[in-house]
Every structure is written in C-alpha cells, then in structure tokens.
C-alpha cells in the first residue's frame, strides 16, 4: 500500500483544515487507518485512527472535540477534518496504515505501523 497525504497548509487559529490520504492498492479497506503528526523538536504522535470500514475511531485527548477522521473505501481514501485549530496543532500530519483494531489506543505507536505516506505541513498561526 502506498501512502500519500495531502491538504496542509497555512491557517489562523480558529480555522479549519481537511487533510486527506489517498491510498494505492486493492486492499485499503483491509486496514486500520491512523493519523500522526510531528511538531518541531517533539516526537511523532498519535493522532486518531479508524476501522477497516469506519464504524469504529479513536482520537488523542488533544483533538477529541475538535478533529475528526473518517474514510472512503470505494475512493481509497482516508480524511481528517480539522476544525478549531490551536497553535499547538502545528505540525507535519501523516497517515499510516496497519491491520489490527485495537480497543486501547495507546497501542498505536509509530513502530507498529505496517505503511506511511509523507507528511503534509500544517501551520497554525496565533
């Protein structure tokens, strides 16, 4: 599978972005979805994630209320809606893909991830 994410740009806070991930490949739909992002100087983080066919998503404490992801099967693509935007939301998004669900999201960590698409930069300005 291959990854590529697209959407970021620059932004006000209060703002809103949506960021989407296009995916290559027959199988996208056999795969947990899940966003990270990295801020300048900090290590990459999760985000939020979503079922193979959306019924289920997890989100980090900092953008539940906020972000949303949701995905397309049939146009192999997964989105994350951004709304509400912080400073501290500046960073670069990456989506990534695996093939286990987890009920506890804290076991989707950078290492288990089976494929990544480039990051796309989002800057949130004060």
């Known amino acids: 599978v291959q990854l590529q994410a697209s959407g970021g740009g620059v932004v006000q806070a209060g703002g809103s972005l949506r960021l989407s991930c296009t995916a290559s490949?027959?199988?996208?739909?056999?795969?947990?979805m899940v966003w990270f992002r990295q801020a300048p100087e900090k290590e990459r983080e999760f985000v939020a994630a979503i079922r193979w066919s959306g019924d289920g998503t997890h989100y980090a404490e900092s953008v539940k209320g906020r972000f949303t992801i949701s995905r397309d099967n049939a146009k192999n693509i997964v989105y994350l809606q951004m709304t509400s935007l912080k400073p501290e939301d500046t960073a670069v998004y990456y989506c990534?893909?695996?093939?286990?669900?987890?009920?506890?999201?804290?076991?989707?960590?950078?290492?288990?991830?089976?494929?990544w698409g480039k990051g796309t930069l989002v800057t949130v300005s004060s």
């Open positions: 990534a893909a695996e093939g286990s669900w987890y009920s506890d999201s804290s076991y989707y960590q950078e290492d288990g991830m089976e494929y």
């Open positions: 490949g027959r199988t996208f739909s056999s795969y947990v």
